[in-house]
């Protein structure tokens, strides 16, 4: 899951009439006046607030993700409202000053964040450059969720986290940007009705979220439907309509006893549907793309209408800390997905470790001071001075040393253009994860039954096995340690491939048909999650007279407590049936995790195979009433 995301790169939380801009000059720092939509900063702090939480550890709030929908919202009644207010005005609507605006707003930070982080990640982890050529193509291009669609990606899969995944949503909201103007200027100049203008977008958010709900399909991950404009734009739509209501003669109904008397209870219920939904949601319910994020949109519409309405609401989300964070959301959002990945490369740890708080809290402070610098330094100038301004105004930033400081930025500016094309040029094509689980996948290969094969003896009771009396089952999380369960189980038969579900482990256990034998290990999880169903099912057909022990899951997701609730639920239900505590394992030990943070190192493979060993040792002394003394053995 994640990796879950959306870019608050909607212009800022004012929603000004500003005269046409001349791109070719200093833009005026003076736009034409209008008054300040106060409220939105807050709301802003609080889906940057949520989907940051999300990324630091999912468990912490598994629907932070929705603080993406927030964001749409937000920028889909800003921008429209600056479109409706500026037409209103001028008699017409300046798409090549609206679209140097969002130029100006966006590509500075996104300029500045690009080869900074792919430098800092050469220099830290090389595994978080695979792709990274098509992940810069999407970026430059605000294409990347479809790039990204196009290359099978997905969003919520923690084992493969790109650096840039984050900017998914931020091409969303370009595309919108290219197309709504046009939309907003032939609805404002031939549909007089405002409920008629109303309707277009309303019409099209449902669409977009009945679209979603239709071609969700849960074996196939919900990356298509989350990432893709046409499914996921509802937010965009509905916040379009509710600035058509706002920004035009509907604009009184906000300031009417009508809404007054419903303000009040519909804020609070609205806060409490999108709380509770950032607290129950996650990425493996369906309830998520076939309504929950539509419901969440329309939360956020009412939250964004009661806190354009003034009153103490707006009051509690203008108060300068939210301020302060919602005016650089759009570079906290930049930064915080690939400073959280070069961290965690850096200094690795998993939830429940010591260091884990201390490593969130470093990520959140360095996220800070680059949003912060971004902000002050490159953002601000250049969106009030446009791009010509802010380069003059650098020339004079030191007397007599202007041009030198001009140059400085020029050579620093083209030595980070150079290293990022020869960093992209030079990407690997492969993890070390992945090399290393292609390399062992064949040894990883269970040899068929033969006539010679010694006949299978279940009734030996539950004595500890030995490696000749296990076969064992599982996905890449196995196959990452297959040299360490040889070594802790010599003569084990071993079953696994990478991308495994539980309906392909019931079908390996099926095509064994009665060759299993009396110790069974079963480790599958990390793709698709537990299936009950298949679970229960492999147990029933090994019977009660085999050990099995089933190896619990570590991923930095949201559902991995409850797979792990639920492998630990149905173990208690089956006495031959034990878990192997791999994920609590992982919390006490020390650089046991690649670099993808999920599969086994060379020392978590030993981790992983010592937890298997316990687990059957503890299974056989629940069932004997003796202590098996396991020999400790040194990492070769």
């Known amino acids: 899951m994640s990796q879950v995301i959306v870019t608050p790169s909607s212009a800022s939380a004012v929603a000004t009439v500003q005269a046409p801009a001349a791109t070719s000059a200093v833009v005026p720092s003076r736009a034409a006046s209008a008054a300040r939509l106060a409220g939105l900063d807050g709301l802003r702090t609080i889906a940057i607030a949520a989907v940051v939480i999300f990324h630091l550890n999912p468990a912490w709030l598994p629907g932070g993700f929705l603080g993406v929908d927030i964001f749409f919202v937000v920028s889909g009644f800003l921008i429209t409202t600056l479109l409706v207010r500026e037409q209103a005005r001028t008699g017409t609507v300046d798409f090549a000053g609206f679209w140097g605006r969002r130029a100006r707003r966006l590509l500075p930070a996104l300029l500045l964040c690009l080869p900074l982080s792919i430098v800092l990640a050469q220099l830290v982890q090389t595994d978080l450059l695979v792709g990274i050529g098509r992940e810069v193509l999407g970026a430059l291009t605000f294409s990347y969720n479809w790039v990204q669609i196009a290359a099978g990606a997905d969003y919520f899969a923690s084992t493969t986290p790109q650096l840039f995944t984050n900017l998914w949503s931020l091409a969303v909201e370009e595309q919108f940007y290219l197309g709504w103007p046009l939309t907003t200027w032939l609805l404002l100049r031939h549909v007089p009705s405002v409920r008629a203008r109303i309707a277009v977008p309303l019409t099209l958010g449902a669409a977009s979220a009945l679209w979603m709900g239709v071609h969700f399909d849960p074996d196939l991950g919900a990356t298509r439907v989350y990432y893709g404009t046409d499914t996921h734009v509802v937010g965009l739509m509905l916040g379009a309509a509710l600035a058509f209501w706002f920004a035009g003669p509907g604009r009184a109904t906000l300031a009417g006893p009508r809404w007054a008397a419903i303000r009040r209870p519909g804020t609070l219920a609205a806060g409490a549907v999108l709380a509770g939904l950032m607290w129950w949601l996650d990425e493996s319910r369906s309830f998520t793309f076939r309504g929950g994020l539509a419901l969440a949109t329309l939360a956020t519409v009412v939250l964004v209408a009661s806190a354009v309405s003034g009153g103490r609401f707006s009051q509690a989300l203008d108060l300068p800390a939210t301020r302060w964070v919602g005016e650089r959301s759009y570079g906290i959002y930049l930064w915080h997905w690939p400073v959280i990945l070069i961290v965690n490369a850096d200094n690795p740890s998993v939830p429940g470790a010591p260091g884990f708080l201390w490593s969130r809290a470093w990520c959140v402070v360095v996220t800070l001071a680059l949003a912060d610098l971004s902000y002050r330094f490159v953002e601000s100038p250049i969106r009030r001075l446009g791009w010509r301004g802010a380069w003059s105004r650098l020339g004079t930033v030191t007397i007599g040393r202007g041009t030198s400081v001009q140059r400085g930025v020029a050579a620093a500016a083209a030595a980070a253009v150079l290293a990022t094309l020869a960093i992209v040029a030079t990407a690997p094509a492969q993890t070390s994860t992945q090399r290393l689980i292609e390399a062992q996948e064949k040894a990883a290969t269970r040899t068929p039954s033969t006539a010679a094969s010694p006949r299978i003896v279940l009734d030996a009771g539950f004595t500890m096995p030995k490696g000749s009396q296990i076969d064992a089952y599982g996905d890449s999380m196995m196959v990452g340690s297959v040299p360490a369960l040889r070594y802790y189980f010599p003569g084990i038969r071993i079953d696994a491939k990478s991308n495994r579900r539980w309906s392909a ?132």
């Open 505 to 636: 482990g019931l079908a390996a256990i099926m095509a064994s048909g009665h060759d299993i034998r009396r110790g069974v290990i079963l480790s599958f999880g990390t793709n698709a999650g537990v299936d009950e169903t298949d679970l229960r099912a492999i147990l029933n057909r090994l019977g009660p007279k085999r050990m099995v022990v089933l190896v619990n899951i570590h991923l930095n997701m949201a559902r991995t407590a409850r797979d792990n609730a639920t492998l630990a639920r149905v173990a208690g239900d089956y006495a031959n049936v034990i878990v192997a505590d791999w994920n609590g394992a992982l919390a006490r030990a020390t650089g046991a995790l690649q670099p993808d943070g999920i599969h086994p190192s060379m020392t978590g493979q030993h981790v992983y195979a010592a937890t298997i060993r316990q687990a059957f040792a503890d299974l056989s002394e629940r069932h004997t009433g003796k202590a098996v003394k396991l020999k400790k053995l040194p990492i070769p």
